[in-house]
């Protein structure tokens, strides 16, 4: 193995005021060359563009990815699970959100808790992924509490999903996966793209998508879209907009610079539909079930309003002798202030009616929450060979900077019937019980060395050192340092027809915000998984096969009691995932998904939990989507799709004792595309099934999506 001299390590990987310098023109870089001699661009017609990790996706199947590596890499030559979910396929998904644009992914649970306009919610692998599992171009979007980042689904170019344990390039993350927003940037094809539509419930949106070039070496893109109005629970409604300017600037064939920012805005009044009791929704009440539209807010004080900004670059240069640096950072900014009553069971807190006119106790809450972040990574790539081995070597040190200021308060509410809702009594008033400022901080140390040999083998061995610290200021105070090692070993065979069997063992942590007077400061959760499986790209059509077995263990969880809880916890999951994506023919795409698992929890504060299934996550679910486009016939421009969701039964409490049943839920839809525009209907729920999502005790439920006709026109130029 080369070792790289630790002083020109350090200057490449820290010197942010490096960047200026290396965007001189390469010429500089050779005093005392020859005179560079310049011939004129060749262009090649009938080739097609490169894939790049970046790049749109041809039709459902990815060809490269960076999120499983970090580098540019064949998705079957990762040793892990990775999905990639293209604009085509969200387009044709008919997806307005990112929690939508994953429901036909293997081993992701989406939309837990039915549809929420504010908020991304998913499941990887079991385990919650909403607030430490989400990234954007390859840095986290970290979330705690209620402050976080919402990012608008039209703005990506592409979703990928690393399932497993990948604390080893990313520091702290969720134990089962990752979601890697990738977002719509500069310097391809001209797009000159707008969007408009309207669903049956009365919400409709604009959305622009341009992106050009100034001249040969500055490109541009804006990409926005605002969106309001009714949705299909009683007093919903709301705006959102948000806005994205992005430049590429590429002076030489060496140096790259884009900068990606954003601005969003959401003004809205919540839905209804969630924090609903188990008797009555997913069982018959004494009166039936609640009606899925009613909304048992205070439609007078209920309020959402956020305002986010980020700020960040990417740079690239590239040497002489096959090392390329890149640095990446982004600022971030969020302010959201939230004001909500919400049901929480029935009168006096019980779990069935107690009266004739079926109230509902309700929670009077509020939350103003203010967080700024930090995030730069820079990264050193070379490629080496030693003998039999070409090399690809990564070293790189990131840094995280996230601080939260919160207030969050609750008081007293009025009951509201069930049956018969009422709405304007005056609610009592919200005192604090949480007023602190959050502040965690962590740096990271990775290598990572991805080899090829022996014609076909592929070995990955990666490792990273974190000093992660936490802590708080106000009510409560707490502060620690944990300093943690993790790693992966993956390794993998590629054969000549396609097939790529790999195996791999990967650990994590996860630095955990919070304390209470039993366990003290929270350590980080740590653990690890084991994985197995194959991918198969034929070389007789356009598809990749995937096949994987997990078995991943989660250690230190928070359990126990509100003030006090402790990290005894532990829980396993292990199943099995298998997707497949095709472009079977020119016209006929396909993508299908199965994950079963068995989630297990092994220790914990209560007894009677232990060995039982966690709440919310289905251990059984299966999909499929098939679009085909008619072309040279009467019928041509005209495309149709179809798919169907099975979402298996669920555990509405931890001891195990209620359950949720499982629904299959079929979607469709049909569009028309002619010269330079387009016309498409989506219909999320064909046949509008009533179904609950998931719930998270007998106390709190939500209803799934109910049939939504989504109507959309579009036109380029």
Known sequence: MILIGKSRLTRLLLSGTAVAGLLLPASAHAQGAAPAVVLDPVTVEGQRTPDT??????????????????????????????????????????????????????????????????????????????????????????????????????????????????????????????????????????????????????????????????????????????????????????????????????????????????????????????FLPYVGTVVDASFGRIDREANFTEPGIDKYRRRQVSLGYEFEHR?????????????????????????????????????????????????????????????LETKVTTGPVAHTLLAGIDYKHFTMDQVQLSGSATPVSATNPVYGAPQGPRFAYIDQELTMRQLGVYLQDQMKFGQGFLLTLSGRHDTATTYADGTPAYDGTDRKLSGRAGLAYEFANGLTPYASVSTFFNPVLGSSPVAGVFKPESGHQYEAGVKYRPRWMDGLFTAALFDLTRRNVVTGAFNAETQLGEVNSRGIELEAKANITENLKATASFTTMDIEIKKDANPAVIGKSPYIVPETQASAFLDYSFRGTALDGVSVGGGVRYIGSSWADNENTLKVPSATVFDARVGYTRDNWGVNLSVTNLFDKEYVASCQTQFSCGYAEARTALLTVNMSW
């Open 53 to 274: 990790t970046t790049s749109p996706v041809r039709g459902y199947v990815p060809a490269r990815s960076a999120t499983g590596s970090k580098t540019d890499r064949p998705v079957e030559a990762i040793p892990q699970s990775v999905s990639v979910i293209g604009r085509e396929e969200m387009d044709d998904l008919g997806a307005q959100k990112v929690d939508e644009a994953l429901r036909y992914t293997p081993g992701v649970f989406s939309q837990p808790f039915g549809p929420d306009s504010d908020t991304n919610w998913m499941f990887i692998r079991g385990f919650q992924a909403t607030q430490t599992g989400v990234y954007q171009d390859g840095l986290q979007l970290y979330a705690y509490g209620f402050g976080g980042q919402f990012v608008d689904s039209y703005n990506l170019e592409r979703i990928e999903v690393l399932r497993g344990a990948s604390s080893v390039l990313y520091g702290g993350s969720n134990p089962g996966g990752l979601v890697n927003y990738v977002t719509k940037r500069p310097g391809g094809a001209p797009v000159h793209t707008i969007e408009t539509g309207i669903n049956e419930h009365g919400t409709a949106h604009l959305g622009l998508d341009y992106s050009d070039a100034f001249n040969e070496t500055l490109s541009y893109r804006l990409t926005g879209r605002i969106a309001g109005g009714d949705t299909y629970t009683d007093f919903a409604d709301g705006f959102r907009g948000t806005i994205s300017p992005s430049f590429r600037w590429a002076p030489n064939d060496r140096n790259t610079l884009t900068v990606l920012t954003n601005y969003t805005d959401i003004d809205e009044t919540h839905n209804g539909g969630a």
């Open 319 to 379: 040497f002489d002798n096959d090392m390329t640096f890149r640095q990446n950072a982004r600022f971030g900014y969020s302010r959201v202030h939230e004001v909500s009553v919400y049901p929480y069971g029935y009168n006096a807190f019980s779990a069935v009616p107690t009266d004739p006119d079926n109230l509902l106790s309700r929670i009077n809450f509020e939350h103003k929450t203010t967080v700024r972040s930090f995030l730069v990574d820079n990264q």
